[in-house]
């Protein structure tokens, strides 16, 4: 029996240390706010690498020349850079379609400097929306497939 006592202590200590581990243990761990804002990030990434893809830009032959006109005479002129994101294999139809685009894209220019879009803070954000979401309206209208989007690569303004 002296034998046996310290093998049924080690076997019932063992047994209430698993046990007691079991009982303890802590929850499952959930994702952090940290966590799941990455795996977002990381799937929103693959989502525009997938995207990117499916996509080819035609950069706009020459830049637009937009006279903001004051009292009667020009005081400023901007000058823009554009290039239309296209589905890819469509450059060609864009490219064919370019002088009516141009025409277009020219007189929402025209208009969006007549409302005052040009004046004052014209690279805000919130005013380069605005122009690009006109932009890609009548992009769209005049290219029902061919163009998704219209980037404003350079802007600028001189004043005289």
């Known amino acids: 029996m002296k034998k046996l006592l310290p093998l049924i202590l ?29 795996e977002k990030e990381e799937k929103m990434e693959m989502a525009a690498e997938e ?6 830009y035609f950069k706009m032959n020459n830049q637009f020349v937009v006279p903001i006109v004051a009292k ?9 850079s554009l290039s239309l994101e296209v589905p890819a294999g469509r450059k060609d139809a864009v490219f064919a379609r370019e002088p009516k685009l141009r025409d277009a894209f020219l007189q929402v220019m025209f ?15 919130n005013n380069l929306d605005i ?30």
Do not use: C, W
């Open 111 to 125: 208009d969006h400097a007549n409302l005052g879009g040009f004046e004052g803070e014209f690279t805000n954000a």
């Open 72 to 80: 009667d005479h020009v005081s400023a002129l901007v000058v823009l």
């Open 131 to 160: 122009l690009r979401n006109a932009l890609r309206e009548v992009a769209k209208k005049h290219m029902e497939d061919g163009i998704s989007d219209v980037l404003i690569m350079e802007i600028a303004r001189q004043d005289y």
């Open 10 to 38: 080690l076997l019932v200590g063992s047994g209430a240390g698993v046990g007691a581990g079991v009982f303890l243990r802590p929850p499952p761990v959930e994702k952090t706010e940290a966590e799941l804002v990455q």
């Open 51 to 56: 995207k990117a893809a499916n996509f080819e």
